[in-house]
């Protein structure tokens, strides 16, 4: 058997599409013998972006292919299904996507401290009062005075009261942290400490005028246990207060401006320190923002770079102090000149790449609607089967992938998105796609318009970091005219806060016989 490609039954077609592709491959190369200086600067460069290093790497050099290369990929091995003449092999499969797979980092324990924190506090908070009640019964119990009817009305209060403060405490504060921030929450903080001081009160005073003197009167322990507890619920009170209602009202419209593409999105935020702000700001981020490609912004500084590099200066006159500064002068006048007739070239090359893919996303439609096609032919197939030989989901995901996957990965070089799609990640939608019953539309959607970061695989997102730059410290609330950047390891997102000005109305009273007319008829009228 032949390990570079793979025959099925129908033998006539792989020789056909032998045929063909000999034949396109010379038309290709006679279209773009013309472009032959071009090609290299137009070239799709394969940049692979780790998420997980702080530093960008650099693009690979020698694995950047040429217009001809991207065009031809795959001649020589072809796969024969039941859908498609032109597909890939496994090897290619198996090939396909790895410079996206990257080291996963680890995850830090240090995001995991306040809420560990908060739980030792929240059990301090449940011990205390029960403390309060249990230690007279432990050491003079035969000296307190008995219980009666509003005592054990006190301990039932007690109970129910400890319970809502548990489950309330629970709902507001024991909540896994959403972002590292560089500077701890001021009001937490304070809440923090504003309950430590009250228990800290408490247990000296029941250390002093109950533990020393052993009171007698269990009821006043009892009810000293229960305003403890009633103090607790008006500090969490406070705590919904400041930490969940305070910034409910809009009082700053930032701006948020990416710094290589400029995409641009406006926020609302109310009184904020301005860590928080940034945090609400990256949330906002990963589900606006249309995901972050770097390859697409290659092409102007390659085109640049060639330009400069083109340029030569002679020096007639000899060598002088001043060389260096005068042969920069040079070129930036040479290049300056150069400007006027180069957006012909920006022009072209545009063009030439709409058309490229437009082609290519023709040939992906096509390729994806006759594989969807064989999947409703064989579903119609596995009715007539027995329950036990029906095919999986992921099965048949696998078994029409190929006949689609050239298509797509050519589609993917050409608009410089195959950094953002793995194949096992579009297998897995396509195997969702295929469960629920979609559309071939709808499976395309994700790959033929940009979506938010979100969307694609979590190394693309999850373990980015995020440096916060202001001058202005970090822990201060925001003010009209705060700036601060979110600076990544490839670009930053720039922020300007402005507040929302004062909005005055003024009502106007219009009586309701104020529009009303009178329509007066001439009382001779052509009969």
């Known amino acids: 058997m032949d390990t570079d490609s793979i025959h099925s039954g129908y033998s006539h077609h792989s020789n056909r599409s032998r045929g063909s592709n000999k034949q396109s491959e010379r038309s290709s190369r006679d279209r773009h013998k013309s472009h032959s200086r071009d090609s290299s600067s137009r070239s799709d460069k394969n940049v692979t972006i780790s998420a997980s290093s702080a530093q960008p790497q650099q693009p690979d050099q020698s694995s950047a292919p040429t217009d001809a290369q991207d065009d ?5 091995t072809t796969a024969v299904t039941g859908t498609s003449d032109h597909s890939l092999s496994q090897e290619d499969l198996a090939g396909f996507g790895k410079e996206t797979e990257g080291p996963v980092e680890k995850l830090n324990c240090v995001r995991f401290l306040p809420l560990a924190l ?37 301990f039932l ?4 009261k400890l319970l809502i403060l548990l489950l309330a405490g629970w709902a507001l504060l024991v909540r896994p942290a959403r972002a590292s921030l560089p500077r701890i929450a001021v009001f937490r903080a ?3 400490l504003l309950t430590l001081l009250l228990l800290l009160s408490y247990w000296l005073f029941f250390g002093v005028r109950i533990l020393d003197s052993q009171d007698e009167n269990y009821q006043g322990i009892v009810q ?14 406070l705590a919904v207060v400041l930490l969940e209602i305070r910034h409910l009202q809009p009082c700053f419209s930032l701006c948020v401006v990416r710094s290589t593409d400029g995409e641009t999105h406006h926020y609302n935020l109310g009184q904020l320190s301005i860590q928080r702000a940034a945090q609400v700001i990256l949330e906002h981020y990963y589900k606006d923002f249309s995901v972050h490609n770097p390859a697409l912004l290659t092409a102007a500084k ?25 042969q920069s002068r040079a070129k930036i006048a040479a290049a300056a000149r150069q400007r006027d ?13 709409e058309r490229r893919v437009r082609k290519r996303r023709a040939r992906l439609v096509v390729a994806v609607e006759e594989a969807f096609t064989h999947v409703r032919r064989l579903q119609e197939e596995e009715k007539k089967k027995l329950p036990g030989d029906e095919m999986d989901p992921r099965e048949a995901a696998q078994a029409i992938f190929p006949s ?15 950094h953002c799609h793995s194949m096992d990640s579009i297998q897995a939608h396509l195997a969702f796609c295929i469960t629920n019953n979609m559309t071939p539309k709808a499976f395309l959607e994700s790959y033929l318009m940009a979506g938010p970061t979100l969307q694609y695989t979590r190394e693309c997102w999850q373990t980015r970091q995020w440096t916060l730059v202001s001058e202005a410290s970090v822990t201060s609330p925001l003010r009209h005219g705060s700036e601060f950047q979110l600076k990544s390891s490839d670009f930053s997102l720039v922020v300007t806060s402005k507040a929302i000005p004062h909005l005055k109305l003024r009502e106007e009273y219009v009586h309701p016989k104020s529009h009303k007319f009178v329509l007066q008829l001439q009382s001779e009228t052509s009969v």
């Open 72 to 76: 031809n990929w795959g001649e020589t």
């Open 118 to 154: 908060t739980l030792v506090l929240g059990l301090l908070v449940l011990i205390t009062p029960m403390s309060f009640l249990v230690l007279p019964q432990l050491m003079w119990p035969e000296r307190l005075q008995a219980c009666g009817t509003a005592c054990e009305g006190l």
């Open 157 to 160: 209060s007690l109970a129910f």
């Open 190 to 192: 304070l809440l923090g």
């Open 224 to 237: 000293f246990a229960v305003s403890l507890v009633d103090a607790l619920l008006f500090i969490h009170y």
């Open 302 to 326: 390659s085109r640049a770079a060639k330009h400069l590099a083109g340029l030569k200066v002679y020096n007639v006159d000899g060598a002088g102090s001043d060389t260096a500064t005068a």
């Open 341 to 353: 007739a180069s957006h012909n070239e920006l022009y072209y090359e545009e063009a030439e790449h």
């Open 404 to 418: 689609m996957a050239r298509a797509l990965q050519k589609y993917l070089r050409t608009t410089r998105q195959q």
